[in-house]
């Protein structure tokens, strides 16, 4: 297990408070604002850890309302909406500073057995025909802000290999869909559903509303282009674990009103479709000035 994988893992080991209050920890990894994917992992870590072993989160739905600061550790507050025989509800309100800064509602239920059927799975190379993602040029790198630079020039917990590369300093105009291979960069040794649940929902925030801006040639690196998370949704499906390659297969329907709307479809490399994502984020062009 690589350090960055063992740094996730602790960030998603929540400190319990009360029954129902939990506390995280926060990670700067480059972004200006704690980092949508920890939120998300966090608060379905939290829930998790309030309903019976024999329930599976199967959907969640989240709204970001402020960003959250780096420096402080986030309080998540657990609200046991209902226990049904099948179903259980979770609401989780993230804090900070006095202030809510995340809502989430996530449903869990027993195992069923029922009618199945899947898309099936994109024709793309698979991950060891296809390239590592490489570092940027430390020239290149020298140029960009301080916190993009750590940002890039980081060590993450994850490996991602891209079907069809972009250059995000360049970035040309295309349209929008992308097929992103990922998993974590060391091996978990447990194979706990709720945990690998928790370090999917953490990874699905990347990639996703990036792909809303492929058809406009505008990259989150541009100091005129204003991103951010506003809502996110994921529903789990198969059995999976995030220490083996997934592909993310990812599509943007439509952008307007500085907002833009993108899907996700996450699929184990033998084809099975594990997770579906959507999320809409702001996609705000500033002027220069």
Same mark, same amino acid.
């Given at each position: 297990?690589?350090?960055?994988?063992?740094? %996730?893992?602790?960030?998603?080991? @929540?400190?319990?408070?009360? +029954?129902?209050?939990?506390?995280?920890?926060?990670?700067?990894?480059?972004?200006?604002?704690?980092?949508?994917?920890?939120?998300?992992?966090?608060?379905?870590?939290?829930?998790?850890?309030?309903?019976?072993? +024999?329930?599976?989160?199967?959907?969640?739905?989240?709204?970001?309302?402020? #960003?959250?600061?780096?420096?402080?550790?986030?309080?998540?507050? =657990?609200?046991?909406?209902?226990?049904?025989?099948?179903?259980?509800?979770?609401? =989780?309100?993230?804090?900070?500073?006095?202030?809510?800064?995340?809502?989430?509602?996530?449903?869990? *239920?027993?195992?069923?057995?029922?009618?199945?059927?899947?898309?099936?799975?994109?024709?793309?190379?698979?991950?060891? +025909?296809?390239?590592? =993602?490489?570092?940027?040029?430390?020239?290149?790198?020298?140029?960009?802000?301080?916190? @993009?630079?750590?940002?890039?020039?980081?060590?993450?917990?994850?490996?991602?290999?891209?079907?069809?590369?972009?250059?995000?300093?360049?970035?040309?105009?295309?349209?929008?869909?992308? *097929?992103?291979?990922?998993?974590?960069?060391?091996?978990?040794?447990?194979?706990?559903?709720?945990?690998?649940?928790?370090? %999917?929902?953490?990874?699905? +925030?990347?990639?996703?509303?990036?792909?809303?801006?492929?058809?406009?040639?505008?990259?989150?690196?541009?100091?005129?282009?204003? =991103? #951010?998370?506003?809502?996110? #949704?994921?529903?789990?499906?198969?059995?999976?674990?995030?220490?083996?390659?997934?592909?993310?297969?990812?599509?943007?329907?439509?952008?307007?009103?500085?907002?833009?709307?993108?899907?996700?479809?996450?699929?184990?490399?033998?084809?099975?479709?594990?997770?579906?994502? #959507?999320?809409?984020?702001?996609?705000?062009?500033?002027?220069?000035?």
């Amino acid at each position: 297990m690589t350090s960055a994988v063992e740094e %996730l893992l602790s960030l998603l080991q @929540l400190e319990r408070l009360e +029954d129902n209050l939990f506390r995280g920890e926060s990670r700067d990894i480059g972004t200006r604002y704690v980092f949508g994917g920890q939120v998300l992992g966090q608060a379905l870590s939290a829930a998790q850890q309030t309903v019976d072993a +024999d329930r599976n989160a199967h959907s969640l739905h989240a709204y970001f309302l402020r #960003a959250g600061d780096i420096e402080h550790p986030i309080v998540y507050n =657990v609200e046991r909406t209902r226990d049904g025989g099948s179903f259980s509800v979770r609401r =989780v309100t993230a804090i900070q500073h006095g202030q809510p800064i995340f809502n989430f509602s996530a449903s869990f *239920q027993t195992e069923e057995y029922g009618v199945e059927h899947q898309l099936p799975m994109p024709a793309v190379p698979k991950p060891d +025909d296809l390239e590592p =993602v490489e570092p940027l040029p430390p020239e290149e790198l020298a140029k960009l802000p301080p916190k @993009l630079q750590r940002w890039f020039g980081r060590s993450g917990p994850y490996e991602f290999r891209h079907v069809y590369p972009r250059d995000e300093l360049n970035p040309p105009k295309r349209p929008p869909f992308q *097929q992103v291979w990922f998993r974590l960069t060391g091996r978990v040794p447990e194979a706990s559903p709720p945990l690998h649940r928790a370090l %999917l929902a953490y990874s699905s +925030d990347f990639h996703l509303i990036g792909t809303t801006m492929f058809p406009h040639g505008i990259s989150f690196l541009q100091r005129n282009v204003q =991103v #951010a998370s506003l809502d996110h #949704a994921m529903w789990f499906h198969r059995p999976f674990r995030a220490d083996e390659w997934l592909l993310y297969s990812c599509d943007s329907p439509t952008a307007q009103g500085g907002r833009g709307l993108a899907r996700g479809m996450i699929y184990s490399e033998d084809g099975r479709l594990v997770a579906s994502t #959507a999320q809409e984020g702001l996609v705000r062009m500033r002027s220069e000035g």
